[in-house]
């Protein structure tokens, strides 16, 4: 996909934000994602590139470890056949970086690490909403802020365990958290 930049493919960073916005969006005939090997981020670069593809079956890497503003922004959200979510090393956040990005994705057997310990405003918002797995990801973090959790988890029917280090919370940080 990154030859849609330099004619090559050999670029690894992302020239401006809304780069690949939308892309690929409710392209059922899509079976396999491009590869993504950029690791410098823009604001909302990959927002909703592969939503609706109900056919794609794996997610590409992605290698990036700091993200920028709403960058994975409903990514993959309702890529129902996916049974293996990509690792995601990042532990620097931008707001609302992962929002909605697995929402739906009701294929997901176990949840990826998420190795952030410092988190951005709303973060984690509405991640894996409507998902099916049962054990959550460990949440390293030991202090949140607003929105960061807020239904990340909700609508999550069969989850059954959530591990956590924060002591403290209030309300905006974990608003409908597990709702559902």
Not at 117 to 122: E, I, N, R
Request: charged share 15%; with cysteine.
């Amino acid at each position: 996909v990154m030859s849609l930049i330099d004619g090559s493919g050999e670029t690894i960073e992302i020239p401006n934000g809304f780069c690949f916005t939308h892309l690929f969006e409710d392209c059922a005939s899509l079976i396999q994602a491009p590869a993504l090997p950029a690791k410098r981020l823009t604001n909302n670069c990959y927002e909703y590139m592969f939503s609706g593809c109900t056919n794609l079956a794996q997610a590409p890497e992605l290698p990036a470890k700091a993200l920028a503003a709403e960058c994975y922004e409903g990514m993959f959200i309702r890529c129902s056949k996916f049974r293996v979510a990509p690792e995601l090393p990042a532990t620097t956040l931008g707001g609302y970086c992962y929002f909605n990005m697995f929402a739906g994705c009701k294929g997901i057997i176990n949840a990826p690490a998420l190795p952030a310990k410092t988190l951005a405003d709303h973060c984690y918002y509405n991640m894996f909403s409507g998902c099916t797995f049962t054990k959550a990801p460990e949440l390293p973090a030991t202090t949140l802020v607003d929105g960061c959790y807020s239904g990340m988890f909700s609508g999550c029917e069969n989850l059954s365990q959530i591990k956590v280090n924060f002591t403290e919370w209030n309300e905006t940080s974990t608003s409908e958290w597990v709702y559902g």
